[in-house]
């Protein structure tokens, strides 16, 4: 189990089913260091929590007014949290979409209490946790021969992915954290901290899921 880290962390819930919420209360009581600043049931009010600066959204897909990852966006923009969505909904289109809005991870509902706390850490340390039944949509796309890795525009040599950094990125489209992919590729744990500066230069962004999105579409 990834380790909860030291600092207190604020989290916003943003969860229709006041039972629902209710569990996952319980889940952050059973780790130090989580705060949950706030819960929303829907949207609307859900929008209005981008101003407390959280660290961290846990965010439901169905919900009353519209769809969770309809709100990521948002969600970037207007402050530096990250969003773990954690969802019922396991189809290919909706992981899709939730990962393309920009989510930081996508978990199953009937992912375990340990699971989800795993989920927040990684997510929390630049990770993309997904959930195996919702990775298998990822896997499809970076397979799909219509879907190849695209290179930067400007052309220059220096500025096109190399085979490892293309291969760390299909490692993180996976759901394997920093320390899982380096055991998968055989590299140190800083080699992939290396080889991520190299892929957000080049493909100008700030996370791995826009890094991902960038490389393979969506």
């Not at 030291?6 to 952050?28: G, K, L, T």
């Not at 009581?29 to 049931?41: F, I, L």
């Not at 298998?136 to 930067?152: G, I």
């Not at 992919?181 to 140190?188: E, G, Q, T, Y």
């Amino acid at each position: 189990m990834v380790a909860t880290p030291s600092a207190p962390v604020r989290i916003a819930i943003v969860e229709d089913e006041p039972a629902v919420r209710r569990y996952f209360m319980q889940i952050m009581a059973q780790a130090e260091g989580y705060d949950v600043v706030a819960m929303a049931p829907d949207l609307a009010t859900a929008r209005g929590l981008i101003a407390l600066q959280p660290d961290l959204f846990l965010m439901d897909i169905g919900l009353p007014d519209g769809n969770g990852y309809d709100l990521v966006p948002d969600i970037k923009q207007g402050c530096s949290a990250k969003v773990l969505i954690i969802s019922s909904f396991g189809d290919r289109e909706t992981v899709v979409r939730a990962l393309a809005a920009g989510a930081d991870g996508y978990l199953l509902k009937d992912s375990s209490p340990a699971q989800i706390l795993d989920g927040i850490a990684i997510t929390l340390e630049g990770g993309a946790p997904v959930s195996p039944a919702a990775a298998v949509y990822l896997l499809d796309l970076l397979r799909a021969p219509t879907s190849p890795p695209r290179e930067p525009v400007t052309g220059a040599s220096d500025d096109r992915l190399t085979q490892r950094e293309t291969e760390l990125l299909r490692a993180f489209a996976e759901g394997k954290s920093y320390k899982e992919a380096a055991r998968a590729l055989d590299i140190s744990p800083h080699t992939v901290g290396t080889h991520v500066k190299a892929i957000y230069r080049k493909l100008e962004v700030n996370s791995r899921s826009e890094a991902i999105r960038q490389a393979f579409g969506s």
